[in-house]
């Protein structure tokens, strides 16, 4: 072989690998257009931060956090929550105007609990793929009149894993109803079947405890779904009592559902 000819094939390589990572980076900037195309997807740089437009929701992800395939995965993720919670609700029970007003994130590192409020979600561990944005989806478009904890978390912890959410506290996509199973059968967590408001303070009971209340809760609100169905369910949410909507008192329901939980 002549030095010529080493250096030609040397040559169409190096020119067969450029062209490997030009098609490679076609791909997936293809992708990126595609579902950016299909969810709406806007994607702009800023200074501080990237800011995302879906239809449905502006997303603020702290610069340096996420790469942009990441970006985009939460962000497909999100608009596909708030359709499936939207739908899932329907217009009578839909807290927000989501034609008129759009649900603003705010995705952070760090160590901190997920939260909702008003038309804001601040969310945490989305890298990890952990992040309960269902749950917090839930938290704003669902309208909520009543004071029971126990049903605005269950519903919120029971459409997290039935609208295919990430796995997220406090379950991490384990069965809830087989997680009850086994809170219910320890002692030192019977008081938590009592379904009061202070179970969810971390700063009034232990994390053990308050991870019990939302396992506990997303497998009663799940039972009454399934057993007396979604209407009444979401009748249920936004009534004071809830005798008005079943012919039931709230121990008897709770009855009924822990003699499920126990025979599974
Ligand atoms: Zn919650």
Same mark, same amino acid.
Request: proline share 12%; no cysteine; aromatic share 20%.
């Given at each position: 072989m002549t030095l010529r000819e080493v250096f030609k094939i040397k040559f169409r390589k190096k020119i067969f690998i450029i062209w490997l990572i030009f098609f490679s980076l076609i791909i997936l900037q293809s992708n990126y257009v595609k579902a950016g195309l299909q969810y709406n997807i806007s994607y702009e740089e800023k200074q501080n931060e990237v800011f995302v437009n879906t239809k449905h929701s502006e997303i603020h992800i702290e610069k340096g956090y996420l790469n942009k395939k990441e970006i985009y995965e939460i962000a497909k993720k999100i608009e596909q929550g708030i359709v499936r919670v939207k739908d899932y609700l329907?217009?009578?029970?839909?807290?927000?105007d989501t034609s008129k007003y759009k649900i603003k994130f705010y995705i952070r590192d760090g160590n901190f609990i997920s939260n909702a409020g008003g038309r804001t979600i601040k969310l945490s561990y989305v890298k990890e793929k952990n992040a309960p944005y269902i749950h917090e989806i839930v938290h704003i478009l669902a309208s909520y009149n009543g004071f029971k904890k126990w049903i605005s978390e269950g519903l919120a912890v029971y459409l997290n894993d039935y609208l295919g959410g990430? &796995?997220?506290? &406090? !379950?991490?996509?384990?069965d809830l109803d087989e997680l009850s199973k086994e809170i219910i059968k320890k002692k030192e967590l019977k008081?938590?079947?009592?379904?009061? !408001?202070?179970?969810?303070n971390p700063n009034m009971v232990s994390q053990e405890k308050r991870m019990a209340f939302y396992i506990l809760s997303g497998s009663l609100v799940k039972y009454i779904e399934e057993k007396y169905g979604k209407e009444k369910l979401l009748k249920m949410y936004n009534s004071i009592n809830i005798n008005g909507v079943i012919d039931k008192s709230f121990d008897e329901i709770k009855k009924e559902w822990i003699t499920y939980v126990e025979n599974l």
């Open positions: 329907g217009e009578e029970f839909l807290a927000m990430y &796995p997220s506290p &406090p !379950n991490f996509g384990k008081e938590v079947l009592s379904f009061n !408001n202070t179970y969810v």
